[in-house]
């Protein structure tokens, strides 16, 4: 079954909920097949610690909702996709404008669909390096997304 809702009206709602806007997270770009998503941290005086680099806690922020709703928008609404854990690992102060890309394969689209077809719950694990404009890493988070199909889709 198709989800109800688009890539547009995902990225304007999600730039419009709270813990995004008023922490300087923009999404600036969601494609169509929800596959692929940029997220951008601002670099604003309010999302700075005392140190002058970002507020660690904005950036595990700006990956939090983004791989299940990528994975809800790719599958359809027939799978329950919550997170389910998650560790951040800070490699370098980030300072300036932050962006985290996220991807979603075809291969891991039809794993978690084999995995889940009876009804089985999966547990896929996606890595997110956040950059800072330079391109150089200041921190990896780990995401592992909970993933169901639904009792009324087996």
């Known amino acids: 079954?198709?989800?109800a809702m688009k890539?547009?009206?995902?990225k304007r709602l999600l730039n419009l909920w709270p813990p995004f806007f008023f922490s300087g997270i923009k999404v600036e770009t969601i494609r169509d097949?929800?596959?692929y998503v940029r997220v951008r941290l601002k670099s604003r005086p309010w999302t700075k610690n005392i140190n002058q680099s970002q507020f660690g806690?904005?950036?595990f922020s700006m990956t939090d909702p983004i791989y299940p709703l990528m994975i809800m928008g790719a599958l359809g609404s027939d799978y329950h996709?919550?997170?389910k854990k998650a560790d951040i690992d800070f490699i370098a102060p980030g300072r300036g404008a932050?962006?985290?890309?996220?991807?979603?394969?075809?291969a891991v689209l039809a794993d978690i669909k084999a995995a889940t077809e009876d009804g089985d719950k999966h547990f896929p694990e996606f890595l997110v390096h956040i950059k800072d404009q330079s391109g150089d890493i200041v921190c990896e988070v780990n995401r592992t997304v909970y993933v169901r199909k639904k009792r009324s889709a087996r």
Do not use: H
């Open 98 to 106: 932050l962006t985290a890309e996220f991807w979603l394969s075809d």
């Open 81 to 83: 996709v919550w997170d």
């Open 33 to 35: 097949d929800f596959c």
């Open 57 to 59: 806690g904005s950036m």
């Open 1 to 3: 079954m198709q989800w």
């Open 7 to 10: 890539p547009g009206l995902m």
